[in-house]
């Protein structure tokens, strides 16, 4: 499947520079925005929505909008949206959601307004009433304050084999895709899954249309260099895994950019990095922890494990072999009673017998 020219006009909606040919060329990676876009579309055309009668090209055509009142505030944005679409007649509350709606598609970010935070069941960005969406963007990917003695700390290498293949493979976490960046490498260590957000080609066209866009150019950059660096280009076992669930970005490669491992090359998602770098140093789960490592760095673990299980197969074979001459035993008993009963009815069988054997015949 290719996108085609009225796909065109809504992903220019997001991206106004977006070329017919750059579509073509990553049209595999167009098409999944594309999907998460219509499924949109036919969630605003049911029954139930509560943005109707607005269509999915009404809301996408409210971003030129946002793009163009970004430094101002909540309040004047959705004054000047409404007077956009003052011919749909539409209350100030779904004026509202409109507006929320549409700088959630636009920045692949969930926003909502302030009052409607408390109906929220997933990450999402408040943005008030007197705030500009430039300002409520800022904060909210504010890097973590570090400790003064850290952050004096030795750069910190990140190994090489930190790949989301490895991960799952060897480590038993599973992936969980998401079109929201606030979830971005959230990790559920109970259930071990960690949450991925899918839209490569989206934070690329952000950073290099970074003037139609108000998402921090820093933040952008880092959220590619997290995808780079779990989901190495030039990897084989990436490419399948890829492959597997559907998400075409490994063929977007690097984006001219390095894999970055040190731990200082990151900042706002550092410390999901510096955990899941953890993760690799403890042992592997499920059937990777019976095999040796390639750093042969669970030797102790691994030998411990299977002289265990000799010693446990010996146990078992032992029970068994004690349990089998038991059962001979008393299959030996039982013929020798039957032999004795044998002998003791021919013997008594004989003329006589009862006088010269009365104890055994009578």
């Known amino acids: ?216 150019a820093a933040i952008l950059a880092e959220a590619i260099d997290t995808l780079n660096l779990l989901f190495p280009f030039g990897d084989t076992a990436t490419e399948a895994l890829l492959r597997k669930h559907g998400r075409p970005f490994y063929g977007l490669g690097y984006f001219g950019r390095k894999r970055a491992l040190d731990l200082d090359d990151y900042s706002y998602w550092r410390k999901r990095i510096e955990e899941l770098q953890q993760v690799l140093e403890g042992p592997p789960s499920g059937l990777q922890q019976l095999a040796l490592d390639r750093n042969r760095s669970n030797v102790l673990a691994f030998t411990t494990f299977w002289i265990a299980t000799a010693v446990g197969v010996l146990a078992v074979m032992g029970l068994a072999a004690g349990v089998v001459s038991t059962v001979y035993a008393k299959k030996q008993y039982d013929l020798a009673l039957l032999q004795y009963a044998l002998s003791l009815a021919q013997a008594c069988a004989a003329p006589g017998a009862a006088e010269q054997l009365p104890g055994f015949c009578s």
């Open 1 to 216: 499947m290719t996108p085609n020219e009225k796909d065109l006009q809504l992903l220019r909606q997001i991206w106004p520079k977006l070329s017919e040919q750059e579509l073509s060329v990553d049209a595999a990676d167009y098409v999944v925005v594309q999907e998460y876009l219509s499924a949109k579309g036919k969630a605003l055309n049911a029954p139930s929505s509560a943005l109707s009668p607005l269509s999915l090209n009404d809301v996408l055509g409210v971003i030129d909008e946002i793009r163009r009142l970004r430094a101002s505030t909540r309040f004047e944005i959705v004054q000047a949206v409404g007077q956009k679409l003052q011919h749909k007649s539409l209350a100030n509350s779904v004026v509202s959601k409109t507006v929320d709606l549409a700088a959630s598609l636009w920045l692949a970010v969930n926003v909502r307004s302030t009052a409607e935070l408390l109906h929220a069941n997933f990450p999402v960005l408040g943005w008030a009433e007197d705030q500009s969406l430039e300002t409520v963007l800022q904060s909210a990917f504010q890097p973590p304050k570090e400790e003064p003695l850290k952050k004096a700390a030795a750069t910190v290498k990140i190994k090489g084999d930190l790949t989301m293949t490895n991960l799952v493979t060897n480590f038993g976490f599973s992936i969980r895709w998401t079109h929201n960046l606030l979830e971005h490498l959230s990790i559920d260590w109970v259930g071990r899954v960690i949450t991925v957000y899918e839209h490569k080609i989206c934070l690329w066209n952000h950073l290099r249309f970074k003037e139609d866009s108000a998402l921090p």
